[in-house]
């Protein structure tokens, strides 16, 4: 799939890490380094714009490396970018560690996953069709 992109950062185009990545990497374009304190937030630009095609989002989620050893994560996760956007993306990222995290020019952040979608179209109904699991939710097939 080709999708076009401008970029405006000092970075090279977003990549797969292997041949079987399902998401790319993208990289904080910075002029200085972000502190985050813990449990601080930012906004961090990346220098990317995309034209997504209809029926595609692209999903911003967290990297497990950044997730398990240093508390970061990105905090609307999945963050969607819809095929209408044409500003910047940034990624809104959030230090869950109790230590201060400096974000750093050209560090990867996050990772996007480019999805196909549907939109619904609503039936509105009286009643549902029953199912085995009906209303259980919330664990409610236990713990093991």
């Given at each position: 799939m080709q999708i076009q992109i401008v970029n405006k950062s000092h970075h090279k185009l977003p990549q797969y890490a292997t041949a079987l990545s399902a998401g790319l990497d993208i990289r904080a374009n910075l002029d200085s380094p972000i502190t985050l304190k813990p449990l601080g937030r930012a906004l961090v630009p990346t220098g990317l714009f995309i034209a997504l095609p209809q029926g595609y989002e692209a999903q911003i989620r967290p990297r497990s490396g950044?997730?398990?050893?240093?508390?970061?994560?990105?905090?609307?996760?999945?963050?969607?970018?819809?095929?209408?956007?044409?500003?910047?993306?940034?990624?809104?990222l959030v230090n869950l560690s109790s230590d201060d995290f400096v974000i750093e020019d050209g560090e990867r952040i996050c990772q996007m996953v480019i999805a196909r979608h549907e939109q619904a179209v609503w039936e509105e109904v009286e009643v549902?069709?029953?199912?085995?699991?009906g209303e259980g939710g919330f664990g409610h097939t236990g713990v093991k």
């Open positions: 950044l997730a398990i050893k240093k508390g970061i994560t990105v905090l609307n996760s999945p963050g969607t970018i819809d095929a209408d956007y044409r500003g910047e993306i940034c990624i809104i549902l069709d029953q199912t085995e699991r």
